[in-house]
């Protein structure tokens, strides 16, 4: 049955408010980093196995959701989850050590990645997927970009406190919006699963075209400040660059969302994908200051313009919610991945080189992984 407008409405701010609000400690990391510092006194291996560790709950929510996708109510799942949040972030005002201080923060992220899984899923289920997922990144583009610049402020006056009653706060008025998700779980639809013939083989491309973008991005964006530093770009300027691309990842992201369903998809994605790849090479070499900054505005740019391309080409295949559960899981991994692989190749080579010929290598092979993924009544340049 065709979603109404109001509903249509509402399932889309729930999709675009809950993604947004979920990951916010890890997208303002620099901010709430520095003050567990400050105020826990928290050494710097402590604090990345913190953030580590939320990160990973995240995306291990996925492995549980093979399970309830299928079987529980998906309204009445993102009600628990949204109430555990609620519950970890409260408690988590209340933590005295550092284990409890960790388990806490385990325990709303996996709340969090439950809820992630469920925005991603039911924005497959949308008329016009790529632009719900370009507002699904420009959402939480937009709160980390806020929570840097008001942060630090509330942490001076009310610590690190501040943060974890806020994410509590915006959860208990987001709790409305739980009726807004589908109904029912992911068996209901019986045209939801993949059926055509070799199916199964291009969601496992999709899904790997996923892992392999993020491995990519995960890698040159983790070094790219100190890419700028080897090449004598000061830290003043470099920090001025990353603080306007963040803009420009904003930007790409509402791009992706007025664009993706009045251009073809096909001619978007090799366009952003050509760009990217172009930004990584630019950086090869001793940039001066003007080719630092063109790489990294156009590779933030580049970067939050393909993804929602990305996820709306994984709606095409399956709309069940079990390939976007998957991709919450390829997310994270791609996050840990890139950077670990990135770090040794840096030691290894002696420089960033050998790091963005690989980087430009893997973006290109998650374009061909995306395009070969396509079903075939989908692969013409034609609006989709």
């Given amino acids: 049955m065709p ?26 990391a620099p901010a709430v980093a520095a003050q567990l510092a400050s105020e826990w006194q928290l050494s710097p291996a402590r ?7 939320e990160l990973g709950a995240m995306s291990l929510a996925t492995l549980p959701a093979w399970w309830w996708l299928k079987r529980v109510d998906w309204r009445a799942a993102a009600l628990i989850a949204a109430l555990l949040f609620i519950v970890a972030n409260l408690l988590s005002m209340r933590a005295d050590t550092y284990a409890a201080l960790l388990a806490l923060r385990c325990t709303s992220a996996l709340a969090g990645g439950s809820l992630m899984i469920l925005c991603l899923a039911s924005a497959a289920t949308t008329a016009n997927p790529s632009r719900v997922y370009g507002l699904w990144v420009m959402g939480q583009l937009v709160v980390g970009a806020l ?10 006056r009310f610590g690190l406190n501040a943060c974890y009653l806020i994410l509590a706060g915006l959860m208990t008025l987001l ?3 739980a009726r807004a998700f589908p109904a029912g779980n992911a068996t209901a639809p019986a045209n939801h699963g993949p059926s055509l013939p070799g199916s199964r083989w291009k969601a496992a491309l999709g899904v790997g075209a996923v892992l392999a973008f993020y491995i990519s991005l995960g890698g040159v964006w983790t070094f790219i400040g100190a890419l700028g530093a080897s090449v004598g770009i000061s830290p003043q300027h470099s920090g001025e660059v990353l603080a306007i691309a963040t803009v420009m990842g904003i930007a790409g992201a509402a791009s992706a969302s007025l664009i993706g369903g009045r251009l073809p998809r096909a001619m978007l994605l090799l366009g952003g994908y050509a760009l990217m790849a172009t930004a990584v090479l630019l ?13 990294a505005l156009l590779f933030k740019f580049t ?42 190749l840096i030691e290894a080579s002696g420089g960033f080189t050998l790091l963005l010929l690989g980087a430009a290598v893997i973006t290109l092979l998650s374009l061909v992984m995306i ?8 692969t013409e340049l034609e609006p989709v």
Wanted: proline share 7%; charged share 10%; with cysteine.
């Fill in 47 to 53: 604090i990345g196995d913190l953030f580590s560790m």
């Fill in 303 to 344: 970067w939050t313009f393909i993804l929602p391309l990305v996820l709306a080409c994984l709606a095409d295949l399956d709309h069940s919610g079990k390939l976007m559960n998957a991709s919450n899981l390829v997310i994270g991994g791609g996050l840990a991945i890139g950077p670990a692989i990135a770090g040794r």
């Fill in 3 to 28: 979603t109404q407008p109001s509903a249509a409405k509402a399932r889309l701010a729930a999709i675009v408010l809950f993604a947004a609000i979920t990951p916010t400690i890890l997208m303002t």
């Fill in 371 to 378: 395009f070969t993924s396509r079903p075939n009544h989908l």
């Fill in 147 to 156: 929570g840097l610049i008001v942060l630090p402020g509330l942490f001076e």
């Fill in 283 to 295: 950086l090869l070499g001793e940039p001066a200051l003007l080719r630092f900054a063109l790489a």
């Fill in 175 to 177: 709790l409305p919006l």
